[in-house]
């Protein structure tokens, strides 16, 4: 709760593309003492997601941190995060929407140009998908992949904090 009053109260600015979307002026904002729980947390799922599901040995660091609002309506453009290895959303208020993922080809495709029918759609097999996201929900994702929200249709602003890690190469 502290957070989030702190969260609200923080200096943002209209986002230039996005009518409705608010981005903290500060781009370190996890640095601040008044988020060192938070920060610890978002760093520890960053971490997991490198041993548990990259399953590399290369340690990771924090290079940016943010907050954005999303007004009833308001939705993220399509956009990726460049020089960036990972990037993590925290939802800390959501009561509606999804975060959606575009890829220019599958991972199948990938190396192989060829047509198949799906069964199942995931994230292997298809070119873009919606996870549906509430409060407290943590996205993990690589950097370079283009991303974006769906409008928020709820009369909450839709508050999320946003951050990107670099690898440590070993």
Not at 119 to 137: E, L, R
């Amino acid at each position: 709760e502290k957070e989030m009053e702190v969260i609200k109260k923080i200096e943002y600015k209209k986002h230039f593309t996005s009518p409705g979307v608010y981005v903290s002026k500060n781009v370190s904002l996890l640095n601040s003492k008044n988020f060192s729980s938070l920060k610890k947390f978002i760093i520890k799922k960053a971490k997991e997601y490198v041993r548990d599901v990259l399953e590399i040995k290369d340690e990771i660091y924090l290079t940016q941190s943010w907050s954005t609002i999303n007004t009833t309506n308001a939705f993220h453009q399509p956009h990726e995060h460049p020089n960036t290895f990972i990037s993590l959303v925290y939802y800390a208020q959501c009561k509606d929407g999804s975060i959606f993922f575009d890829l220019d080809t599958t991972s199948i495709r990938e190396c192989f140009n060829f047509q198949y029918t799906i069964n199942k759609y995931n994230i292997y097999n298809s070119q873009n998908w919606a996870i549906p996201v509430q409060t407290g929900d943590v996205v993990l994702f690589p950097g370079h992949i283009l991303h974006g929200s769906t409008p928020n249709r709820s009369p909450e602003p839709r508050i999320a904090i946003g951050t990107n890690f670099f690898i440590t190469f070993l």
